[in-house]
């Protein structure tokens, strides 16, 4: 399976947290002519205080998956009626797995894959194996935004 839901999560002030920064603070993808705002992929943990405000999300998410650690921590948004096309994404042969923790989401968002689609929940973690094909459709009126950590054997 692409993805396999794991247990819940406190998100504590996570989601108030990136609900205050406004969307046209992220690193923006290049535009297509259309005005719309594109957020990009956020790595820096620097940024907003990001690692800060997820240091107790990645603990918890590795305190359940033993002899493993985390390593690149990500923000990912995808604004309303905006997608992410099918792609596979290349991980090093120590990787085990990408968990994903939507933060923001609303019904119409899916993660779209070989084995169907799914919903990913607010307050879910999520095992990802991004080496299979994937997509990323938000039909919603709201932004998806998910924390995103890769997990590595140890």
């Known amino acids: 399976m692409t993805v396999v839901r794991l247990w819940p ?14 969307f046209a603070d992220w690193p923006q993808q290049r535009p297509l002519g259309d005005g719309q705002l594109r957020p990009a992929m956020v790595t820096d943990e620097g940024w907003f205080g990001f690692g800060r405000k997820t240091d107790g999300l990645v603990a918890a998410i590795i305190l359940h998956i033993p002899n493993c650690r985390a390593v690149q ?21 120590y990787w085990l797995c990408r968990v994903h923790v939507p933060i923001l989401t609303n019904g119409k968002a899916r993660f779209i894959t070989d084995d169907g689609d799914t919903n990913m929940k607010v307050g879910q973690a999520y095992r990802v194996d991004t080496t299979k094909p994937h997509a990323v459709r938000n039909d919603g009126a709201t932004p998806r935004v998910h924390f995103m950590v890769d997990v590595w054997q140890s």
């Open 9 to 22: 999560v406190d998100l504590g002030d996570l989601p108030n947290w990136i609900a205050a920064i406004p």
């Open 73 to 93: 921590r990500m923000l990912s948004v995808v604004m309303p009626g905006h997608e992410i096309e099918h792609h596979q994404d290349l991980q090093p042969p």
